[in-house]
Nanobody, 125 residues
Framework: EVQLVESGGGLVQTGGSLRLSCSLS????????VGWFRQVPGKEREGLGC????????YIKDSWKDRFTITSDDAKKTIYLQMNNLKPEDTADYFC??????????????????WGQGTQVTVDS
């Protein structure tokens, strides 16, 4: 059974940083992508970026390239989302998701089959 568990959310001041973690288990695909998404209650979920295994190709949407970074620790089967210079508008629930994937990954939520429960990030002004 594929499972994803996010952690690392919390309350941070404007300009601060957080590193979210996404721990994977049960993934047996030979190629897969892990995407990061966020959602503000009442609004549509938006994709932030993704990373591929095993080639480590990664993609971050232009809107966040200067502040967000996605990395992975294959030994720990954990994907990280490093967020710097956080702003109040970054307040949201953050999710990771995975699916079998061939080729460069994209954070298109309808193409991901397995989702974590999310972790909440609040940026206080």
């Amino acid at each position: 059974e594929v499972q994803l568990v996010e952690s690392g959310g919390g309350l941070v001041q404007t300009g601060g940083s957080l590193r979210l973690s996404c721990s994977l288990s049960g993934v047996t695909f030979d190629e897969y992508a892990v995407g990061w998404f966020r959602q503000v209650p009442g609004k549509e979920r938006e994709g932030l970026g993704c990373i591929k295994s095993p080639d480590s190709h990664r993609y971050i949407k232009d809107s966040w390239k200067d502040r967000f970074t996605i990395t992975s620790d294959d030994a720990k089967k954990t994907i990280y989302l490093q967020m710097n210079n956080l702003k109040p508008e970054d307040t949201a629930d953050y999710f990771c998701a995975t699916s079998w994937w061939s080729g460069p990954c994209l954070p298109l939520d309808h193409q991901y089959d397995y989702w974590g429960q999310g972790t909440q990030v609040t940026v206080d002004s």
